[in-house]
């Protein structure tokens, strides 16, 4: 998230809906996409952009504990309890951030996860010029009304659109226009706007910002992800680090016992360095030495955890997708097997990806080596994502 010289933009991202078309006993927001909570991926998308300044989740009233442990992203505002009504749970959301001041604020469906950055952009970009933007994409199809399973009339297409989220208004206009909607009969934030006589600008929209309302959606919105909307690419990454006596070490994100400690400017932890330095291949921006130099104070006993944050926000902001994370640590001790389980955990909640897409193993160079010596430890990486083509 970012600042906007033309004033603070504020996403609500909503997703309080029960989902009963979509049957069973999860809401769909809370529904997995290649691995991750659709309620997420719609989050990811405000929370990584550069011209948010602010995003508020709104979950319904049942859904706290589903939301903290699967959704919940620390960047973002605490979850807001939506209403009854898809309105409701927007005043509330409206409400919750009116003491900051918002200029501008986004409206956006927690059950369209692919939400691009390139379309947030071209919607807060709009609003520079209006104070009501929509994104919508032209009706291609014939249009047939039909009653009782029969055709009654061809309905004229021209100038007609499909209207996505997310969403954009000037603050205070839109707090007025809901103010005006005692009956909450409207079906998005627009036809509110529009009712007060404000004019409501279209950018394009995007074909791939579906929004997942029944169970075959989810299997199509995968396809996307795997089928050319994202490409795959592959990065390596490789870290050593000298070793000293000590009574610990840092790895993986933990803090293990251990006879030695490794040497290093941060904390010298050679794991998450590697997949740092994997992540950031992937994306061909150089390495971990050149975005966090050792020659740089700030950097001095820093937590890893910060550079492969930094590495996977990258990956998002330009609208990329972690796939899968494979780590290999090269030492004699201390013992990675029984910690690994919790070295996964750590790393996946650290790069925001589901436990079972974070691999960990460890070997011995059977006392070979610098490392079979106990002189260093090291650790090689590789790191999956999908990226825009183009």
């Known amino acids: ?225 795997d089928d050319g909307v994202l490409e795959t690419r592959v990065g390596t990454g490789f870290d050593v680090h000298r070793l000293e006596p000590g009574d610990a070490i840092v790895l993986g994100g933990l803090t293990l016992a251990s006879p030695a400690r490794a040497i290093g400017h941060s904390d010298a932890d050679v794991a998450l360095h590697a997949l740092t330095d994997a992540l950031l291949g992937t994306l061909g921006d150089g390495d971990i030495g050149t975005l966090f130099p050792p020659s740089e104070d700030r950097w001095r006993g820093a937590d890893s955890a910060l550079f492969l944050r930094e590495a996977c926000h990258r990956v998002r902001a330009r609208g990329g997708e972690l796939r899968h994370l494979d780590l290999t640590i090269l030492c004699e001790r201390p013992k990675i097997g029984p910690h690994r389980d919790a070295m996964r955990a750590r790393i996946a909640a650290i790069v925001e990806l589901e436990v079972a897409r974070v691999s960990v193993k460890a070997t011995t160079t059977e006392q070979l080596g610098f490392t079979g010596r106990g002189e260093g430890i090291a650790a090689q990486a590789v790191a999956t994502v999908g990226l825009p083509v183009g």
Request: glycine share 8%; aromatic share 4%; charged share 25%.
């Open 1 to 225: 998230m970012g600042s906007n010289m033309s004033g603070d933009v504020w996403a609500i991202v909503v997703g309080a809906g029960s989902g009963v078309r979509f049957g069973g006993d999860v809401p769909k927001q809370f529904r997995r996409l290649a691995g991750v909570p659709v309620f997420r991926r719609a989050l990811r998308a405000f929370v990584d952009h550069p011209m948010i300044d602010g995003v508020v989740p709104v979950i319904g009233a049942a859904d706290g504990v589903r939301y903290a442990e699967t959704c919940a992203d620390p960047r973002a505002m605490a979850a807001v309890t939506g209403g009854s009504s898809r309105a409701e749970s927007v005043r509330n959301a409206l409400h919750a951030i009116h003491e900051r001041g918002p200029a501008r604020v986004l409206i956006h469906d927690a059950a369209r996860p692919l939400v691009s950055t390139r379309l947030i952009e071209r919607v807060v970009r709009a609003l520079d010029a209006h104070d009501a933007v929509v994104p919508g994409l032209a009706v291609r199809d014939t249009l047939k009304r039909v009653d009782d399973g029969l055709i009654e009339d061809t309905v004229d297409r021209n100038g007609l659109v499909a209207v996505q989220t997310p969403q954009g208004f000037d603050y205070q206009l839109l707090c007025r226009a809901h103010a005006t909607d005692v009956a909450d009969t409207a079906t998005d934030d627009a036809m509110l706007v529009e009712r007060l006589g404000v004019p409501v600008h279209v950018v394009e929209g995007e074909f791939v910002n579906m929004k997942i309302t029944d169970p075959p959606d989810l299997a199509h919105a995968a396809r996307f992800l």
